[in-house]
């Protein structure tokens, strides 16, 4: 026989009903769904006999318990997780793209468009950055469907992308 749980579930009718209602919802994220059926049986079971029923580890009945006795629903939602920095601050970013859709003669190059190779010995001579690579380069540009090298081409041609 496993120890009852210290951390006691109970539910208020407008909690019982909002947590049913995540239930049915067809886009709900998986995740908050076995959340929400964890904490809607601990109220009756024991974390032994939820995790038998849910398939899942009684650790994480547990765990979930824990957290909505102590901070409610909001206790339900994913906490912030710690990610690698970024890399190169979001100034630079803004400035690279800004020279990307320029054109070269307004900064003295003698091209019709920016590539990529060119782009970065343009910011290079800038100062802003030591290196960058180009799959990071890329990457900026892409975010906001920046492309140089096409500039031209719609221009005389008439289009617009």
Not at 26 to 42: D, E, M, N, S
Not at 116 to 132: H, N, P, Y
Request: proline fraction near 6%.
């Amino acid at each position: 026989m496993s120890r009852p749980s210290p951390f006691t579930v109970t539910l208020t009718a407008t909690e019982r009903r909002v947590l049913q209602g995540r239930l049915r919802r067809p886009t709900a994220q998986q995740g908050y769904v076995l959340r929400a059926r964890i904490v809607l049986a601990a109220e009756a079971e024991q974390n032994i006999q939820i995790a038998g029923r849910l398939g899942v580890a009684v650790n994480t009945v547990s765990k979930w318990r824990k957290r909505f006795s102590q901070e409610g629903r909001s206790g339900l939602r994913d906490c912030k997780r710690p990610g690698r920095s970024r890399r190169f601050p979001s100034v630079v970013v803004i400035e690279v793209k800004a020279i990307a859709c320029e054109l070269p003669a307004t900064r003295g190059v003698p091209l019709g468009r920016w590539s990529l190779a060119e782009l970065r010995d343009e910011v290079d001579t800038t100062g802003l950055i030591d290196r960058v690579s180009v799959s990071t380069r890329w990457r900026w540009l892409d975010e906001d469907a920046i492309r140089p090298w096409r500039h031209l081409w719609v221009r005389k041609l008439g289009r617009e992308p």
